[in-house]
Structure formats: C-alpha cells, structure tokens
C-alpha cells in the first residue's frame, strides 16, 4: 500500500478531489504529521485542501503514478 505524510501545524482537516471535483478523500488530522493511505485510487492528478475549522491553509496538487 502507498502512502504520504502531511505535515501541519494548523491543520484539522486534509480533503482530496479528482480531476473532476469530486471529493475522493476526507481525512481528520490529529497530529502535526499524519500518514495518509492511498487505497485504491487510480494514477492520475488529484488536488488537495488543507484546512481548519474557519480557514484553508494550504491547497495544491499531488500526481499518482
């Protein structure tokens, strides 16, 4: 299984979206680093929001190959 670490201060909340905006990934993060398994998602281009309770963080793109 394939997975990667998000490291955050602030962060309470790491969502995951394909290619077409649907959510794939909901995860609550407890810890400044967390561990995140990518299950069966397929390869292909997936956009990330960081967030907390009242604002987004971070946001950007991971790449599955």
């Known amino acids: 299984q394939y997975t990667f670490t998000i490291q ?4 309470t909340l790491f969502e995951l ?3 077409l ?5 909901e995860v609550n993060i407890t810890n400044t ?3 995140i398994q ?3 998602l397929a ?6 929001i960081l967030s907390n309770k009242h604002n987004k963080i971070d946001s950007g793109k991971i790449i599955f190959e």
Request: zero cysteines; hydrophobic letters at 25%.
């Open 8 to 11: 955050s201060e602030n962060a």
């Open 17 to 19: 979206f394909n290619i």
């Open 21 to 25: 905006g649907e959510k794939v990934k």
């Open 33 to 35: 680093q967390t561990k």
């Open 38 to 40: 990518r299950d069966e």
């Open 43 to 48: 390869n292909g281009l997936y956009f990330y």
